[in-house]
C-alpha cells in the first residue's frame, strides 16, 4: 500500500477507514487473480506457427532436413530467451541415429508351410502401406461383416481385413496393433496396376526405427499392407490360424532425427526428484498423398501448437524468478514414427530418470474439444496419477480425457518415459479435429484465441510446480507396465 494513502486514511473517520482498508483489501485480492504475473502475447504465438508450419518447412517429415530446421528454431528462440544448452556437450540438439530399411528383391506373402498356394508379390497382388522392413509371420485373423464386433486379436497375428470397414477401419487397425499384431492385410479397391508397380518403387511406406528394435514402444513395430479384391479373395481361402508369412529382405541405411534441448537450472539443481520435464514434438507427417491439391501435411496444430506451447512456457519461465527446480524443455524428433526420438531421450537424459520427478508433453492444443468445458484441456492419463487432479489444484485448465477409447495416453511423447517409471502425461486441446493427420492441419484451422489462452492457463500451475516440492505418484496399480 502506498505511503500517501495511509497518511490520507488516518484523517478520515473511524468506520469509513475500516470500510476503505476492506476494500483496499479485496481489490489488491481481486488484482493478484485477476492480473498473472506474465502474459502470452497471441502475436508470439502466431509467429511460431507462421515459421513451424509454414509450407517452408514442408510439414517437419520425421528424420528429415525439415525436422532439423525446426529444431534448429526451437534450438534458437531457447537461445534467445535465455534458455541454457540442454546437454551435457553443451548443446542444444541431440542427434539420433536410426536406421532406414531398404527392400531387396521381391516382398511375398505366403502360408509359411508348404502349400500349393501361389505367393502373393508386391507391386501385383498388394502394396506395402508402411513397414519396418523385417519379415514377419502369424496365425491368420480373418475379420468379415459377420464377425467385426466380437473378433479378438492376439499377438503375433496376421489380421485380414476382407472388407472395406469404412470408418471403423482405423480402429480395428488400432485394436489389433495394441493387441500385438504383426501385419495387417487390408482390402484396397482403388489399387489399379499402375499404382501396385508405382508404389513397389516408392520407398516412403518404409519406417526408420532404432537400431536394434524394429518396432517401437508407441507400436511402431508392425507393417499395413493393401491388397487388390482378388489377393482378398484367396487369402479368404485359407482358414482361421493358417500361419502366414510376410517375406521381406532389407538392408539399412542409416537416417538421423533430432531432439531441440534447453534447460532453466533451478536453484536446487542436483536434487533427487526436482527436475521438471517439460515436452512436445518437432515433427509431423513431412509431404504425402494430395488432399484438394494439397501435398503439405502442415501439423499445424499437430504438434506445432505443442512446441509453441514448451517455447513460450520457456519464454515465461526464464523471464520470471529462477525456479526451485530445474526444468527442462525439450522437443522431440520423430514422434510420428512411433516416439523414437522420446524413447532415446530416456536412454540418454542428461539427467537420471530418477531424477525428473514429472513430464508434462503438449499435444494439439491448437482447438478447443467439444466435449470438454470451454477452455479446458484433457489430460491423458488422468486417472493414472495424482498430477492433474494437483495441477487443477494450482489452477489449471485441465481434466478428464473423454475419449479413454482412443487410448491417447499411449499414443504420445510421455508414454516412453511413463514405461520407466516417470509420471508423464499429455496435455491435449481437441483429441479428434477432423483436421487430424490431414494436409489442411493448417494455420488457417488453428483456434488462435484458445491456444494462447491454453498457454497461458498452464504459465502459473506450471511455475507453481518448478518451485514445489511436490512429487507427483502414479495411483496403486496405474503405472503403466511394457507388455
Ligand atoms: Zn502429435
Redesign the pocket.
Known amino acids: 500500500m502506498p505511503l500517501s494513502f495511509i497518511l490520507r486514511a488516518m484523517l478520515l473517520p473511524k468506520n469509513l477507514l475500516r470500510m476503505t482498508a476492506i476494500f483496499v483489501f479485496t481489490s489488491v485480492l481481486a488484482f493478484s487473480q485477476a492480473a498473472p504475473s506474465w502474459k502470452v502475447k497471441p502475436e508470439w504465438v502466431r509467429a511460431h506457427e507462421m515459421f513451424l508450419a509454414s509450407d517452408a518447412l514442408r510439414g517437419r517429415g520425421s528424420a528429415t532436413p525439415d525436422e532439423l530446421l525446426a529444431a534448429t528454431y526451437v534450438a534458437s528462440q531457447f537461445k534467445r530467451l535465455g534458455i541454457k544448452p540442454g546437454l551435457p556437450d553443451g548443446s542444444y540438439i541431440q542427434r539420433v541415429q536410426l536406421v532406414e530399411p531398404v527392400i531387396q528383391g521381391k516382398v511375398t506373402i505366403a502360408p509359411s508351410h508348404p502349400s500349393n498356394f501361389a505367393p502373393l508379390e508386391e507391386g501385383k497382388d498388394f502394396s506395402l502401406t508402411r513397414t519396418n522392413g523385417e519379415s514377419a509371420s502369424g496365425a491368420l485373423v480373418k475379420v468379415t461383416r459377420e464377425n467385426v464386433e466380437t473378433v479378438a486379436f492376439r499377438s503375433g497375428n496376421v489380421v485380414l481385413l476382407s472388407e472395406d470397414f469404412g470408418g471403423q477401419t482405423r480402429s480395428l487397425m488400432r485394436r489389433a496393433v495394441m493387441a500385438g499384431a504383426k501385419v495387417i492385410l487390408r482390402l484396397d479397391a482403388s489399387l489399379t496396376p499402375a499404382m501396385l508397380q508405382e508404389r513397389a518403387n516408392n520407398p516412403a511406406a518404409l519406417r526408420p526405427h532404432l537400431p536394434g528394435s524394429s518396432g517401437s514402444v508407441i507400436g511402431g513395430g508392425f507393417t499395413i499392407v493393401g491388397l487388390t479384391g482378388d489377393a482378398v479373395t484367396r487369402l479368404s481361402k485359407l482358414s482361421d490360424g493358417t500361419d502366414l508369412s510376410l517375406r521381406i529382405s532389407a538392408k539399412e541405411e542409416p537416417r538421423y532425427t533430432y531432439n531441440a534441448v534447453g534447460v532453466l537450472p533451478g536453484k536446487e539443481s542436483g536434487k533427487l526428484g526436482k527436475a521438471i520435464l517439460l515436452s512436445a514434438?518437432l515433427d509431423h507427417l513431412g509431404t504425402g498423398e494430395p488432399v484438394n491439391g494439397d501435398a503439405i501435411y502442415n501439423g499445424a496444430n499437430?504438434?506445432a501448437s505443442g512446441t509453441t506451447a514448451v517455447i513460450e512456457l520457456a519464454h515465461a519461465l526464464a523471464a520470471g524468478a529462477t525456479p526451485q527446480r530445474t526444468v527442462y524443455f525439450v522437443c522431440y524428433g520423430s514422434?510420428e514414427l512411433g516416439g523414437l526420438g522420446s524413447t532415446y531421450f530416456r536412454e540418454h537424459t542428461p539427467v537420471p530418470l530418477d531424477q525428473i520427478a514429472a513430464n508434462l508433453e503438449f499435444?494439439?492444443i491448437g482447438n478447443q474439444d467439444p466435449k470438454m468445458p470451454k477452455g479446458r484441456m484433457l489430460l491423458t492419463g488422468w486417472g493414472r496419477s495424482n498430477l492433474g487432479p494437483t495441477l487443477v489444484q494450482h489452477g489449471a485448465l485441465l481434466g478428464d480425457d473423454p475419449y479413454p477409447e482412443q487410448r491417447f495416453f499411449e499414443r504420445?511423447d510421455n508414454y516412453p518415459l511413463a514405461l520407466k517409471g516417470v509420471v508423464a502425461q499429455t496435455a491435449a486441446g481437441w483429441g479428434t479435429p477432423p483436421t487430424y493427420h490431414k494436409p489442411d492441419d493448417d494455420i488457417e484451422h488453428l483456434n488462435f484465441d484458445f491456444m494462447t489462452e491454453a498457454i497461458q492457463s498452464l504459465i502459473e500451475p506450471v511455475r507453481w510446480l518448478a518451485n514445489s516440492d511436490f512429487v507427483p505418484q502414479w495411483l496403486p496399480g496405474e503405472q503403466p507396465k511394457e507388455h
Open positions: 514434438h499437430d504438434d514422434e499435444e494439439m504420445s
